[in-house]
Nanobody
Framework: QVQLVESGGGLAQAGDSLRLSCAAS????????LAWFRRSPGKEREFVAA????????DYRRSAEGRFTISRENAKNLVYLQMNNLKPEDTAIYYC?????????????????WGQGTQVTISS
């Protein structure tokens, strides 16, 4: 139904900020809960942040809370991940995902649609 494309990744130094964007096509973002996941080399994909359909509820993993902010603009079919005070351990491929559930969730299995990912590399 919906296709997701991430952008905004790149190479940055510790302490820098990046904003990731996810653009949707072929569907209406407002009917989906959205999340960001990431995968580091040799590790399983892990949950980073999620946002409800209306945008009023959010959830973050502990290591991202206070540094990252997830937001959405449904009228533009966009979801963002603002990342501040980046650390080398944030280095990963970041994926945007959409769920047809009406509630927030951290489990990868809840999400039906996935983007191809955007690389974030943070040096010390």
């Amino acid at each position: 139904q919906v296709q997701l494309v991430e952008s905004g990744g790149g190479l940055a130094q510790a302490g820098d900020s990046l904003r990731l964007s996810c653009a949707a096509s072929g569907g209406t973002l407002s009917v989906y809960s959205l999340a960001w996941f990431r995968r580091s080399p040799g590790k399983e994909r892990e949950f980073v942040a999620a946002i409800s359909r209306s945008g009023v509820s959010t959830d973050y993993r502990r290591s991202a809370e206070g540094r990252f902010t997830i937001s959405r603009e449904n009228a533009k079919n966009l979801v963002y991940l603002q990342m501040n005070n980046l650390k080398p351990e944030d280095t990963a491929i970041y994926y945007c995902a959409a769920s047809d559930n009406a509630y927030l969730g951290r489990r990868e299995s809840l999400y039906t649609f996935w983007g191809q990912g955007t690389q974030v590399t943070i040096s010390s």
